[in-house]
């Protein structure tokens, strides 16, 4: 069986849904594919224990480590992909983010773009995801407008907090967050189950309901869920993909088109793009320069919990950003990386998520400490690293190798932020560092430039090998950043869906 399209789409995620969203008034017959579905909206949404507990969301395939060892990654497919399990954090990079910057553990790389580049895109994809915040309190916030919407303010001990950093000479800002008409009848109600659920009201700004949804109202945009892409096509050249042979609720289905966006996530993309190989494409596709799936990065993350008696009712904590040592810690010349306040945590993913022996622990100490506490995130930039990489095993499964980068500095960044906290009040800071597998924020793999030996894509993220082929998600990250990816995303796949405008549909 043979179907035809102007567009195929290869993911419903930031990348794909965002630049869908874009495309779909052109009129091109566009077809997005996803393996997954639509996450149906019912009271599991928000219950820690199905979703934390029982996983009910998570996908039930298993990676493997560089040693074989399977392990479950944190990823979910389905419409909107992970961005329905998203705490709504949308982060410009800063500017010098754009630049070679050098870290304790090693250099970042510059992009083949500039900040201003991405400025007005960036404008644009806060507009489209409806990203609440407030200019001006960031030291390292780089030139911008004002937000299009106003903060989340700061709720009971979060706002008491955020008085004691400014006491201490520190910049506390407000997270840019994407939420819905939050406060507003039917809008988001600030619940106690945003970050890492998916919402039941439809009211967090997902690549679903901001992006995907919307494009489906045109007659032109066509919708495949439980279809997963199993290789791409090219012709005997090797120079253009001619189809993507898909297999769709159990049968196999040969999808034509004159042009292709693979938007899979930095894994699966990558793990896409090997599994296509072919005579003209013998290391897997778009893969001269031996790219393909190295320089895998993740961001290197601890959790902190801070325990601060008496017991509180905050119920929506994720509203605090301390950027005050992104660019360099107090005492070094080089950045340590960024602080966030968190969501607030349940016993369920204390036990699912934490260290050996978390289980055992009754639920009503959870509740005691998760009632008097404060959950907080410390993130560093992971630096790419050719040997961190996903590769596709013999029996086709990914496997993903990776050892953390960076991580003096980020043990400096967590030292620093257990003495802030303390002197803010906190009785004690338990620290649990997230393993060298974890696949929240993943980015890399398929790195955007302008020479093809050191790159995979161009600044438009068009294959340099293939000139119909398109990678728009966070594979083409040439660095990590220390800032969540999907804003970035997002802006990149407006300004790659602009560039597809211009030149393929003209």
Not at 173 to 183: A, E
Not at 392 to 419: C, F, K, M, P, Y
Not at 427 to 442: L, R, S
Request: aromatic residues 8%.
């Amino acid at each position: 069986m043979t179907e035809r399209f102007d567009v195929v789409i290869i993911g419903s995620g930031v990348g794909g849904g965002t630049l869908l969203n874009s495309l779909a008034p052109t009129g091109a017959r566009i077809l997005i594919v996803e393996r997954g579905d639509f996450i149906p909206q019912e009271e599991e949404n928000w219950s820690p224990h199905a979703v934390w507990g029982e996983l009910r969301y998570r996908t039930t395939e298993r990676w493997l480590d560089r040693l074989g060892k399977e392990f479950v990654p944190y990823t979910h497919y389905c419409v909107g992909g992970n961005s329905k399990f998203w705490g709504s954090v949308l982060f410009r990079l800063r500017r010098e983010d754009f630049g070679e910057i050098r870290h304790r553990g090693g250099v970042s790389p510059a992009w083949p773009i500039t900040y201003e580049t991405l400025a007005p895109y960036y404008d644009r994809a806060e507009r489209l995801y409806q990203v609440h915040g407030r200019d001006g309190a960031d030291p390292t916030e780089p030139p911008r407008g004002p937000f299009p919407y106003p903060p989340v303010e700061h709720q009971g001990r979060i706002a008491l907090i955020v008085e004691r950093l400014r006491a201490l000479g520190l910049h506390p800002s407000y997270l840019p967050l994407g939420v819905l008409r939050p406060g507003e009848p039917g809008g988001c109600i600030l619940c106690n189950t945003c970050n890492s659920y998916p919402c039941k009201l439809r009211s967090k700004s997902d690549a679903d309901v901001c992006s995907v949804t919307p494009a489906l109202a045109h007659e032109n945009v066509t919708l495949w869920t439980n279809a997963y892409a199993e290789r791409l096509v090219t012709n005997g050249s090797g120079d253009k993909v001619v189809a993507a042979e898909v297999t769709r609720e159990g049968q196999g289905v040969r999808v034509e088109a004159p042009l292709f966006v693979v938007s899979c996530g930095a894994a699966n993309s990558a793990a896409l793009l090997l599994r296509s190989r072919s005579p003209a494409h013998r290391d897997g596709l778009a893969n001269s320069s031996g790219l393909v799936g190295r320089n895998y990065m993740s961001h290197v993350v601890t959790m902190l919990g801070a325990f601060m008696p008496p017991r509180h009712d905050t119920t929506f904590q994720k509203t605090v950003a301390i950027n005050d040592f992104y660019l360099r810690g107090p005492d070094s010349d080089y950045p340590l990386g960024q602080l966030q306040s968190q969501g607030r945590s349940h016993a369920a993913i204390a036990r699912a998520a934490g260290p050996p022996g978390s289980r055992q622990v009754p639920t009503w100490a959870y509740d005691a400490w998760f009632a008097r506490g404060v959950e907080w995130l410390a993130m560093s930039e992971d630096l790419p690293h050719r040997d961190n990489r996903v590769t596709v095993a013999t029996d086709g499964r990914i496997q993903l190798q990776r050892e953390r980068s960076n991580v003096e500095a980020h043990r400096e960044l967590v030292a620093l932020t257990r003495r802030l906290l303390r002197k803010v009040g906190a009785w004690f800071v338990m620290a649990i560092p997230i393993g060298d597998f974890n696949t929240t924020h993943q980015c890399g793999t398929v790195g955007f430039g302008t020479d093809p030996k050191t790159s995979v894509l161009d600044p438009w993220c068009r294959s340099h090998d293939v000139e119909n082929l398109f990678v728009v998600d966070a594979s083409f990250f040439p660095s990590s950043a220390a800032v969540n990816p999907a804003l970035t995303i997002a802006a990149q796949a407006l300004r790659t869906a602009d560039h597809i405008k211009e030149t393929h549909f003209r």
